[in-house]
Each structure stands twice: as C-alpha cells, then as structure tokens.
C-alpha cells in the first residue's frame, strides 16, 4: 500500500482506510508479540550525536503543507536530515573507513522497506525503511539508505542496525547532496499518521559509539 501512495496509485479516500485498517490490525496482532519495550530512544546512527543534525537548533524540519497522502509529490520537510563525515560521497565514514549503521530507535516492526533503487528513479525515499513502533503508536522512516538489512515483518530492537546510511533518492543521489539520513516520526491518531517533530527526543538519545 505504502508504494501505492508513494508513486500515487491509490486513491487518497481509500488508502486511508486501508491505512486505518492496517494499523488495526498491527495493533492487535503485536500485542502478542514479544518486543520488548525500551528503555530510551537510541540515536539512530551509530558513531554520531544530535550535533549532526541538520539546521540550527532542528530548523531543519518543516511539516507545513506535508500530507502522507500524497506521496512522493510534496515540499515539505517533516524529517530532520542527520548527516555524516562523507567528503568523497561513496557512504563511506571518511573517519573510520566504515559503512555506517543505521540503527532503530526504539524497538518495533518492519512494516515497509525496499532494498534497491536505481539512479534514473524519481523517488525521493530510495532505499528506506518504516518501523512500527506499538510502545509510541508510531512509525518511524528511515530514508536514501545504502543497504537494508531487515524484512518486511521483521521485530526489531531499539538499537538494532536496519541497514547503512546511503546516497539514494532522487535529490540524495545528486552531488550537491552531503550523505545524510532523513529521519521522520509520524504518531499515530485516529489509526492515521500524524507527523511529530522528534528534534528533543533526538537530543535526549543515547547515543552508540
Ligand atoms: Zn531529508
């Protein structure tokens, strides 16, 4: 469905409803699921800290005029870009001579995720992972990944690497693009998600060396 609304294949009136009933369903079926709830929020690229957010003080994030619905096509901003020490651009950490993990920042379930993405592709997300986290009644994206390393349906513990931070995306991919993560939280209301802007929640996470 996620893929629908991203290339606008769906109409809005009924993917709302199929989100509705989606999240439902999430939510009743991981309430028998053993995910352990955690503790705090873990920073979401290992080896970094909230001074690599982008904008002064999360200036960065920009939910105006943002509506989930609509896909891939929209201005807005509602995601904080964290970005990495990657002068030559070939995602890889100019300092430790890694990939670097992206990790999830609470615990929850895979419930989207592609793992490949081509240069002449439109799509802004590339290789992105969603998160659904039933401790928030939250997702949580992780957006112009390298690599992913889980599966749709997949549990995940907070702290758990999801793939490496990347270059793709349409605007990710284009050299005037330092190597960042998009990082976005929409809370769920009404079984519809709700952009939240998790700037504070970053600044008080723990951070993994
Ligand atoms: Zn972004």
Redesign the pocket.
């Known amino acids: 469905m996620y893929t629908q609304i991203r290339d606008l294949n769906i109409d809005t009136v009924l993917a709302k409803k199929q989100f509705q009933s989606i999240i439902q369903n999430l939510k009743s079926e991981s309430s028998h699921i053993q995910v352990q709830k955690a503790k705090e929020w873990i920073f979401p690229i290992q080896g970094y800290t909230p001074k690599y957010i ?1 904008g002064k003080n999360g200036e ?1 994030y920009i939910p105006q005029g943002y509506d989930f619905f609509t896909g891939n096509n929209h201005k807005a ?1 509602p ?3 964290i970005f990495i020490y990657d002068f030559n651009q070939d995602c890889i950490d100019d300092k430790t001579k890694k990939y670097v993990n992206v990790l999830s920042v609470t615990e929850g379930i895979v419930v989207a995720c592609t793992k490949t993405w081509d240069t002449t592709s439109t799509l802004r997300g590339g290789i992105y992972v969603w998160v659904y986290c039933p401790s928030e009644e939250a997702l949580f994206y992780y ?2 990944l390298n690599s992913v390393f889980v599966d749709i349906g997949g549990i995940v513990q907070a702290g758990e690497s999801l793939g490496t931070v990347g270059r793709t995306g349409l605007n ?1 991919y284009k050299k005037r693009s330092p190597t ?1 993560l ?2 976005s939280m929409f809370s769920v209301k009404n079984n519809l998600p709700v952009p939240q802007n998790p700037y504070q929640k970053l600044c008080s996470a723990k951070c993994i060396p």
Request: hydrophobic letters at 35%; a negative charge.
């Open positions: 982008g960065g901003h995601a904080h870009d957006a112009h990710a960042h998009h990082f």
